[in-house]
C-alpha cells in the first residue's frame, strides 16, 4: 500500500503536536480551575475518594487513546491509501474486426490495405478491434482490443511484413494450411467466428473485410453463404476492393458479388482508393448502437480507505461513549456538537462519494506470461467434465491464472501443424478473454498429424526477445495440451536453456479412458464446431480410420509426454479436471513487482471521502488538549500528593 497524499502526514503530526503542546504548556495547578478547601486532605486520603480518582483516570487514559487512534486513522485516510486491486469496468462501444485477403492476387495491395485499417483505427475512439488474415485459411494476427497503441503496434508489424522489410518472413504463417487460395467466403465466415461468444443482445458487431474477391479453390462456404451468416448474427460487412474495376455488368463479377454480399448484411461497398471509404464506413459504424459489455479484469492503483475509515469511526464512537459517560452531569453543547459532527463525517466518507469523470491509473506487474496451448483436434475430446471439450477447461484455466496474476503481460501461442503468436505481450486481459474464447482446432480435412513440441522455436523467440527487451522481467510459460503426439515422430526437447523460464506449469487434460472428437467442418453455418455464436451441430465424429479399427476415434491423454515437457521446463505437471483448484496451477508462479504502467486508465469516479476524513481530524484535535488537561489536573492518589 502507499499513500497519494503523503505529505498530509507531516502536517498531521505538526497538528497533532501544536495540539499536545498547547495542552502541555503552564503548570499543572494551572491546567483546570480549582477552589481552596479546608481540610481536603482528609477526603483525598479516603479510600474511596482514591478509587475514584484511579478509575476517573483510567477512562481518560481510554478516551485519550481512543484519540489518538482517531487521529492516526483520519490522517491516514486523508492521505488517500491506494493498493493494487482488480476492477472489472463496465464498457459501451462496438466491436470491430479488420479481415484482410493475404492471397497472392492481393500482394501488391495489402500494405496500402493496412495503411487504410490504420486511418480507420485513428477515427474511432474506444471501440476494441482486431484484425484477421487469411488465404486458405486464416489466423488472427489480434483480438479485439480497446488498447490502441498495441493495435497500431501490430497493424506496423502487419504493414512492415507485406512491403517486405527483414525480420518479418514468418507473419503469414498459417494462412495457407487449407486447400487452394483466396478462400474468400471462408476467411468471412473465420472473421465471423472471431467475435466472443456471450456478447449481449443488441451488440453493434462490424467486419471490414478488405479482399478482390478473386476465389481461386473450392471453399467450404461460398461469399454468399458468409454474408447470410453475418446477416442472421447481426453482422454488419463494409467491403473494401482494392481491384475495384470494371468486369462487366453481370451479377457474377467479382466486384458486384463482393457488393451485393456487403449489401445483404446492412454494410456497404467502397473501392478502396476512394475518398469516401474511410469516412463512409466510419459513418455506417457509428450509426450502429454502442451496448455495454462486462470488461475483463484489469489491475488498477485503487484507493483503499477502508480499513482506516472503519477504524475511526469505531474510535470515534468509543470517544463519545467514554465522555458520554465522563461528563454526563455536565454536558457542553458546542463540545458535543463538534463529536457529533466527527461521528457524521466519518460515516459520509464510508460512503465513498465520487464524482463522475475520473480515472484510476493502470498498474502493471514486472512478470511475462506466456500461454503455449495445443489446438489440435484432440483437444475437443469431449473427456473434460460431463462431456465437455477438453478445450473449455482450457479457457477456464487460462483465465483463472490471469485472474491470479493481475497487471502481468500476457501472451498467447497456438499450435497444431504449425504455431502462431495469437496475441503479443499485453496487459489487456480483454483480449486474451476474447481470443482465448474462440480458439478451436483446425478443419478436420485440413488437419495433418502435428507435434507436441511445435511450438518450441516460436515460444524460444518470444522468450528471447522477451528477455532482450527487459532483462530483468521473470518470465512463466504455462504449457496447456493432453501430450498426444501423432506427427509419427518424437517430440523435440522443450528445454529453453539460459534461464529463460522463471516458472510457471504443465497443463494436462483429458482421462485414459478418452474422449471422442467432434468434427471441426468449417461450416459455420451449422455442420462444424460452431465457433462463438453458433449452436455446436449434432454432427459427426472423427473416424478412427486406422488399419483394422472403425468408429469413433478416442483420443486419450499422454501424461508421460506431458511430465517430460515439464521436466524440461523447470517447471511442475498439474492434471487438470473440472473444479481443481487454482493453487496448484500457481506453485511456481508469483506475482511481480507493481508499478504504474503506461498502458491508459481506466474510468472512474473522482474520490471525495478524504475530505471528509480531514475534517474529522480537524474537528477531534480539541479533544486532545482537553483531555491532556484533565489528565494534568487529576490529583495523586497519594497522601502527599493529595495536599495542595
Not at 474511410?278 to 457509428?286: A, D, F, L, R, S
Request: aromatic share 6%.
Amino acid at each position: 500500500m502507499e499513500l497519494m497524499f503523503w505529505w498530509l502526514l507531516p502536517i498531521a503530526a505538526a497538528a497533532a503536536g501544536a495540539a499536545v503542546w498547547l495542552a502541555l504548556r503552564g503548570g499543572r495547578l494551572k491546567a483546570i480551575p480549582r477552589r481552596p478547601v479546608a481540610h481536603g486532605d482528609r477526603l483525598t486520603a479516603l479510600p474511596e475518594y482514591q478509587a475514584a480518582v484511579r478509575r476517573y483516570r483510567r477512562w481518560l487514559a481510554l478516551a485519550a487513546t481512543a484519540t489518538a487512534v482517531l487521529l492516526v486513522s483520519t490522517a491516514v485516510a486523508s492521505a488517500r491509501p491506494v493498493a493494487v486491486d482488480t476492477v472489472r469496468p463496465e464498457q459501451h462501444n462496438r466491436d470491430i474486426m479488420l479481415c484482410l485477403d493475404a492471397s497472392g492476387s492481393m500482394s501488391s495491395a495489402d500494405a496500402a490495405v493496412v495503411d487504410v485499417f490504420s486511418r480507420l483505427a485513428q477515427e474511432f475512439d474506444g471501440e476494441r478491434i482486431g484484425l484477421t488474415i487469411f488465404d486458405s485459411s486464416a489466423i488472427q494476427v489480434f483480438p479485439l482490443t480497446d488498447d490502441y497503441a498495441y493495435a497500431r503496434d501490430q497493424l506496423q508489424g502487419a504493414k512492415d511484413a507485406f512491403d517486405g522489410k527483414p525480420g518479418s518472413s514468418g507473419f503469414l504463417d498459417g494462412t495457407w494450411s487449407g486447400k487452394g487460395s483466396s478462400l474468400i467466403g471462408d476467411g468471412l465466415a473465420s472473421c465471423l467466428n472471431s467475435f466472443p461468444a456471450g456478447s449481449p443482445p443488441g451488440r453493434s458487431r462490424s467486419v471490414v473485410l478488405a479482399t478482390d474477391n478473386f476465389l481461386s479453390g473450392d471453399p467450404v462456404m461460398t461469399l454468399d453463404q458468409s454474408a447470410r451468416l453475418a446477416k442472421e448474427r447481426s453482422v454488419h460487412v463494409y467491403a473494401l476492393n482494392p481491384g475495384d474495376v470494371d468486369y462487366g455488368g453481370g451479377p457474377d463479377q467479382p466486384g458486384a458479388q463482393l457488393r451485393a454480399a456487403a449489401e445483404l448484411t446492412g454494410g456497404s461497398y467502397h473501392s478502396l482508393d476512394s475518398p469516401e471509404a474511410v469516412p463512409g464506413i466510419v459513418e455506417g459504424i457509428e450509426q450502429t448502437d454502442t451496448a455495454s459489455i462486462q470488461g475483463a479484469p484489469r489491475a488498477v492503483f485503487a484507493e483503499v480507505p477502508g480499513l482506516p475509515l472503519a477504524v475511526a469511526v469505531v474510535a470515534a464512537l468509543v470517544l463519545c461513549s467514554v465522555l458520554w459517560r465522563l461528563e454526563r452531569v455536565r454536558l457542553r453543547r458546542r463540545a458535543w456538537l463538534r463529536r457529533c459532527a466527527v461521528v457524521l463525517l466519518l460515516l459520509a466518507a464510508l460512503l465513498r462519494p465520487a464524482l463522475p469523470g475520473g480515472t484510476v491509473q493502470a498498474a502493471t506487474a514486472d512478470l511475462n506470461v506466456f500461454f503455449v496451448v495445443d489446438t489440435t483436434t484432440s483437444m475437443v475430446a469431449e473427456d473434460y467434465a460431463n462431456g465437455m471439450p477438453r478445450m473449455e477447461g482450457v479457457r477456464k484455466d487460462i483465465m483463472a491464472i490471469a485472474e491470479q496474476l493481475p497487471g502481468a503481460r500476457f501472451s498467447l501461442i497456438t499450435f497444431d501443424t504449425t504455431a502462431h503468436v495469437r496475441m503479443p505481450l499485453s496487459t489487456d486481459t480483454l483480449a486474451l478473454e476474447t481470443i482465448t474464447d474462440v480458439l478451436e482446432p483446425p478443419v478436420t480435412s485440413y488437419a495433418k498429424g502435428s507435434s507436441i513440441t511445435a511450438a518450441r522455436q516460436l515460444l524460444f523467440e518470444q522468450l528471447g526477445a522477451a528477455r532482450d527487451s527487459h532483462p530483468g522481467r521473470p518470465q512463466l510459460v504455462y504449457y496447456l495440451g493432453d501430450g498426444e503426439q501423432t506427427s509419427g515422430q518424437d517430440p523435440e526437447s522443450m528445454s529453453p536453456g539460459g534461464g529463460l523460464v522463471a516458472g510457471g506449469a504443465v497443463l494436462g487434460y483429458g482421462t485414459a479412458g478418452g474422449g471422442r472428437m467432434k468434427e471441426n467442418t468449417g461450416d459455420y453455418d451449422g455442420g462444424g464446431t460452431g465457433g462463438a455464436d453458433a449452436t455446436p451441430p449434432a454432427g459427426n465424429y472423427v473416424q478412427d480410420n486406422r488399419p483394422g479399427n472403425s468408429g469413433d476415434a478416442l483420443s486419450v491423454i499422454d501424461e508421460g509426454h506431458l511430465r517430460t515437457i515439464a521436466a524440461q521446463l523447470g517447471v511442475p505437471y498439474v492434471h487438470r479436471g473440472a473444479g481443481a483448484p487454482v493453487a496448484d496451477m500457481m506453485r511456481q508462479a508469483h506475482p511481480g513487482t507493481m508499478e504504474r504502467g503506461d498502458d491508459g486508465q481506466a474510468a472512474a469516479g473522482t474520490e471525495a471521502y478524504w475530505i471528509f476524513a480531514a475534517g474529522a481530524f480537524l474537528l477531534a484535535l480539541p479533544e486532545v488538549v482537553g483531555l491532556l488537561r484533565q489528565l494534568r489536573g487529576l490529583p495523586g492518589t497519594g497522601r502527599k500528593e493529595a495536599r495542595w
